[in-house]
């Protein structure tokens, strides 16, 4: 059986750790039913300006109180599968300055097609990946 706590650092850069499972693949990995008793903090990028997505973003607050913003997903393998974004009109103005969410130029799609416009104000958008070619709205 598992031990109950594994970890993992046979590259001392990479150091991961697993619940119920002896060869964790990610830097936290848990097996098993999960309970969190707190808040769960995610990470959150403001943006006003063109923006291409890190593999660290979750939340992306958009400023649209003065133009237009473009955000543009890099290719879908850059990302782990299931990995999650939220896109967000913090100011309010997404009607009069769009939010657009394009893929680079490596072929992958957004529900198939190349982009997503955000045009009504405080709209949102949850986006996924596959990890492979796809992004997905949910």
Do not use: C, M, W
Request: hydrophobic fraction near 35%; glycine fraction near 10%.
């Amino acid at each position: 059986t598992a031990p109950s706590l594994y970890v993992s650092s046979a590259d001392p850069s990479v150091i991961r750790v697993g619940i119920g499972l002896k060869s964790p693949t990610h830097d936290f990995d848990v097996n098993g039913n999960t309970r969190l008793r707190g808040g769960v903090v995610l990470g959150r990028r403001s943006k006003t300006s063109a923006y291409t997505v890190a593999v660290d973003d979750h939340i992306i607050g958009v400023g649209t109180d003065t133009a237009a913003v473009t955000l543009t997903l890099p290719d879908a393998d850059t990302f782990t599968a299931g990995q999650v974004f939220i896109v967000k009109d913090e100011d309010g103005n997404a009607a009069t300055n769009n939010i657009t969410i394009t893929t680079d130029t490596s072929g992958d799609k957004i529900d198939g097609a190349n982009s997503v416009v955000l045009d009504v104000d405080r709209a949102s958008v949850n986006i996924y990946t596959d990890g492979s070619a796809n992004y997905f709205v949910y």
